[in-house]
């Protein structure tokens, strides 16, 4: 009888508003939201569970799950009033140069949806290195992906892209932009 009904109500409504959408995504814009809603839809099907996973103060990253097993990162970028710069493009485009090239200890970049500021990835299963669990291994790999990097350097295709949002090319930067952020 009623506990039936209830589910089957659940069931039908859900699609129309989910409610895990009203409690994940509260500082996402309504476009942001409805992108999310159908790639979620058209990649692990419906239902599906959201979870933030990381972000910053320019980006959210949720791990989206189905019960087809499948998960993708989806990353949502932020734009302030003023900023020019395009942060989803730069990112998901040099992703996409480094994969193209053989480059495959990086998220695979597979969806950018440019107007609502999204971009899908490959999802990782992992954790965030703390700088005591840092040994001689972990810094031999940084410096064999930093060789890899710069052999891609002088390729036709890299020198179109944008340099990274924070990209400084002078010890007198770097040292400007570190101190930007600890004022």
Not at 145 to 165: E, I, V, W, Y
Request: hydrophobic fraction near 35%; proline fraction near 4%.
């Amino acid at each position: 009888g009623d506990h039936r009904d209830l589910h089957s109500f659940l069931h039908d409504a859900l699609p129309i508003f989910p409610l895990w959408l009203a409690m994940t995504f509260t500082d996402l814009s309504e476009l942001q939201q409805q992108t999310i809603q159908t790639l979620a839809a058209e990649r692990v099907g419906e239902p599906f569970s959201a979870s933030q996973v990381g972000g910053g103060r320019n980006s959210r990253i949720y791990c989206i799950s189905g019960e087809n097993g499948s998960s993708y990162a989806v990353k949502v970028y932020f734009r302030q009033q003023g900023d020019s710069r395009d942060r989803l493009g730069t990112e998901f485009h040099g992703l996409q140069f480094l994969w193209q090239n053989g480059i495959r200890d990086i998220p695979q970049p597979l969806a950018i949806y440019p107007d609502a500021g999204i971009g899908v990835y490959e999802f990782i299963e992992g954790s965030r290195i703390l700088p005591e669990d840092i040994g001689e291994s972990e810094i031999d790999a940084a410096v064999d992906f930093a060789g890899r990097l710069k052999a891609l350097a002088s390729h036709t295709q890299g020198q179109n892209l944008n340099p990274a949002s924070e990209a400084f090319f002078s010890i007198e930067k770097v040292s400007q932009n570190i101190q930007n952020r600890l004022n």
